[in-house]
Structure formats: structure tokens, C-alpha cells
């Protein structure tokens, strides 16, 4: 047993020693800032940067061993870069407003993305910011004062404080807001029990903040993600019909906690974000009956679906139905090779509501919305 103690000890040892290593500095306002970086091994130009902002009295090490950024580097094929935060008084904490601290921890993440852009060759036109509970305030404030500079950001477990919701963003952004309805620390409608204390616009009001700064109307289109996991949550997406894409994933029965884990949940955080960073979880712009040789109605839909071929004969007879992870769930086959304007139906009752997608033997596509 003490030679496994021992032998764990000198891996920890190992791999404390080598993230430390790695552990970069930067020097703004006279101190020294600590940040890590992770390049993808094989790329080529210039290279999109994703900022992962850590919660309240957490640090560069634990956070790279909870994620693994050098993973999602490579998965991402973008840089990250991992900031650390300033002990403001309760530990590493962003400077969101809730102190009396003059640190400008929104000019140290601009001047180190100046000087990272061109050490390693970043895209100045691909910046994105995510971040965790008090990082997810952060990404916030980073989006209000420098969303001319940020292509998309998505605050996780975050809110809005009040001295920034008083401020006009600077420009619209992309906006991915992502949020537990039973989290006790940070909690949906802005109350924390875990701090006793109101800490900033609760979820709804954020996103009303964003519809009127990203110029949005109307009612929200809402799908929800399939749920196929027995793990007592459920992922609603809400998508506003703005000038600039602005979406909020609601995590009914989400706790205080960062979901990546696809065994025990059915959805990875980092993926859902991945994809509304590179515009493929957009629901809204759906046609309303044909996309290339397809032409499908209703859409959105209570179950029921019918399926047309036009413009030709399709050499391949095969309709199929995939859910958004792409797994297969349905498929038709017509006789004889569908023929122009022969119409099939599919029945997607038995299936969760969210986003579908349709394909035609030819490889047309068409995306569905199936209603709840």
C-alpha cells in the first residue's frame, strides 16, 4: 500500500511540475499574470483562440486537469488560452464590480490577446470567450466592453452584475448563455443561497439585456436536445431572432456544475458551445418546405412529416432521419426510386422534441424542428 501511495505522490509530483513548467507570465499593471497556453501539434496559418475563464478561488493547475486543454485543443484544432485570476480578497476572483479592487482584468485579457496574437500567429477576427461561474461573469463583462474585438462568447453558471447591466455594450456579439435552473451558488434568477445574497440579474433578464443589444424580436424559437441519459436534467434552447445570433441553454434541474461528461449526461458543455461558436446549432432560418432536391412539411413539426423529391428521380430510394448527435432514428425507402413531386411520410411522434435532420438519397438536407 505505501509503495501505491508512494508511486502516486511522485505522479502528482510529475504532474504538477510539468502544467507548471508550462505556466506562462505576463505583466500588466506592474504584476505579473499567470496564463497557459495550448497550440494544436499540427496546423497551418493563422489559428482561431478560444479563452477559458475558471471560477471563484480556482487556479490555472486544477483547471487544466478538470478539462484537459491541450484535448480540447486538439479536438477544437484552435489555441487556448487559460487566464488566471488575481487573489482579490477571497481567493483568484475576476474583478466583475463586486469589489472595490482597481484591477482591470478586462485590459489584462485584451493586452494578453495582443501579445499571444502575434507569438503564435492568432486569427484577430476568431476570438471567442467562454468561462465558469465567476468566469462566466467575466465572459459577460468581456462582452459588454469589448464585444467589438470578440466574435462569440457563451458564460456558463454566469451572471450579469448590476454595475455592468447599467452599461451599453459596445457593439452586438454573439452570445451563448448557458444556466442551471436549481443551481444554489448561482442561481437562475440571480439569488445565491450559498452567499446569501442577490448577485446580479437573474437569467431572463440577461437575456433581455442581449435582445434589445443584439437588435432581436419576437418570440424565441425552442427546441429541446434529445434526452436519452437518465440523469434527471433537461436541455432547452432557446433561440432569439436577432440581427446577431443570441441563444440560451436552460439545464432544468442543472446543479452548480460544468456537464462533460457523455457517459453520464447528454450533453458535453464544450461541445454545445463548440458548435454555437462555428454556427452549427442554430435552429432558426429553418425553410418552411424545400432545401435542394427536399421538400419537407411541417416545420416546425407535432410528428407527422412529409417528405417530397423534386426536380428529379433520386438514384438512391433512401430518406433518412438523424438526431443531432447524427445517429440514424429513421429511414423510407420508396419503390422504384422516388420520382419527381412523390411524396413519403415519417412519423417522428415517438421521439423527443429538438433539432432533426433530413436527408435525401441524393444527399440533400433539410433541418427539422420537432415540437414538445
Known sequence: MKKIQSLCLLLALFLFGNISAQIQHFTWQGVQRDYLVRIPANHEGTLPVLFFLHGLGDNITNYNQELNFGQIAEEFGWAIVVPQARNLGMGN?????????NVDDAGFLMALLDSLTVQYQLDPDSVFFTGFSMGGFMTHRMAIEHGDRITACAPVSGLIYYEQASLTPVAPVRMLHIHGTSD???????????????????VDAIM???????????????????????????????????GTDLQHLKVVGGNHTWYDNVNQYDVDYKNIIYEFFTGHSTPSGIPDRKTGQLQVWPNPTNGILHIQTSDSPLSNPEIRVYDVYGKMIDVVVGANNYSPLQTAQIDLARCPGGVYFVQAGDGAVTKVVLER
Open 208 to 242: 433581455d439585456y442581449w435582445q434589445n443589444a443584439n437588435g432581436c424580436s419576437g418570440e424565441p424559437a425552442i427546441d429541446t436536445l434529445p434526452d436519452l441519459k437518465n440523469d434527471g436534467l433537461r436541455f432547452i434552447r432557446y433561440t432569439y431572432n436577432c
Open 184 to 202: 444554489p451558488v448561482v442561481g437562475y434568477n440571480g439569488s445565491s443561497t450559498a452567499f446569501g445574497s442577490n448577485l446580479g440579474l437573474g
Open 93 to 101: 476572483m475576476w474583478n466583475v464590480g463586486m469589489t472595490n479592487s
